[in-house]
């Protein structure tokens, strides 16, 4: 018996995954409460609680994906996996269901991690102001922990190749760009010819997150990294793309509003973007000289993507996760983001 049913929610077979989650942890308790709580144009996330109040995440493709292999729950599921034999934080697992008969796409379960995830200005005032600068510099901390992660000891040298990233890149992003694009930026092809014409020797191959930001992470009250999510975009390359992404996300007083809706990072005692720099060079090896150009490469790549989730919203494929969003504001922050990356990718 798993327990009395409980009403599926969207993306969840609840009878189904009951009886797997009870035949793959049997000290779990059903019946089992199912909530979404991350969605939108990743991979799902799903807050699951039995009756004991064991929670557990539950990660899935999102729903109607298309293409398996941009929500591959096996290679998320390896890399989580391999992570925890290192000391990067991450949630422990529960296991991985490869079999679509039971919740018609694979996903796989880890433990709940409670923390505070820092997603707005409302959670970050919330926090004393000196556990907001030891959340930044954990943060830079576990990125550095990440980056020098021996990616054959932890079987994750054959997760992709380990030379060529940004000149893939810079491939990739342009041609999703053109295929979604809703009106012509000059910018994005003029920054994508310089910087294809002048690409930093890669140092070494490391772990690149993909999407390495303050609320991809779990913190502790007093602002210890207890867990990094969302590795879904994970891969091997160049690590200096994925210090760079995160300084474009990162706010600071005085930026401009549409690079990044109510930044958190802007609240006081939050570092600096240059202060986070400083941490991670103390931190690595890795020679930060060209860290501009990392930077043209990441605000453009952000406008490349932000582009193709407007282009989204346009034509009616986020169905109603358009309602309430101000679309001509999310059209000027990828304007802003090319204009930024054309600059500095001229000034280089």
Known sequence: MVGSAVPSVTGIDADAVSAWLRAHDPAAQPPFQFELIAGGHSNLTYRVVD?????????????????????????????????????????????????????????????????????????????????????????????ADIHEVDVDAIGLGD??????????????????????????????????ERLSARIPDQQGSGIVHGDYRLDNCIFSTDGAVLAVLDWELCTLGDVLADLAQLLVYWGEPGD???????????????????????????????????????????????????????????????????????????KRRVDYLASRAASIARAL
Request: with cysteine.
């Open 51 to 143: 009756a004991a109040g064991t929670a557990y995440a539950l990660r899935r493709p999102p729903l109607g994906h298309v293409l398996a292999t941009a929500h591959d729950m096996g290679r998320e599921h390896k890399i989580v996996s391999a992570m925890n034999a290192t000391k990067v934080p991450v949630a422990p697992l529960v296991g991985l269901c490869t079999d679509n008969d039971v919740n018609g796409a694979p996903f796989y379960v880890m433990r709940f991690v409670d923390g505070v995830v820092i997603r707005n200005r409302e959670t970050a005032v919330s926090l004393p102001v000196a556990v907001r600068t030891t959340a930044s510099n954990t943060l830079i901390d576990t990125l």
């Open 159 to 192: 997760l992709g190749r380990k030379d060529g990233y940004i000149a893939r890149q810079l491939k990739r992003w342009r041609t999703q760009f053109h295929d979604s694009k809703t009106r012509e930026i000059p910018e994005i092809d003029e920054v994508h």
């Open 256 to 330: 401009d509003a549409f690079a990044l809706e109510s930044p958190p990072s802007a609240e006081p005692g939050f570092s600096t973007r240059d202060q986070l720099v400083a941490r991670y060079a103390a931190r690595s090896d890795r020679d930060l000289s060209q860290l501009d150009y990392y930077m043209a490469f990441a605000s453009w790549k952000v406008a490349c993507i932000l582009e193709g989730v407007y282009s989204r919203y346009m034509h009616g494929a986020m169905g109603d996760r358009a309602d309430g969003q101000d679309l001509a504001t999310f």
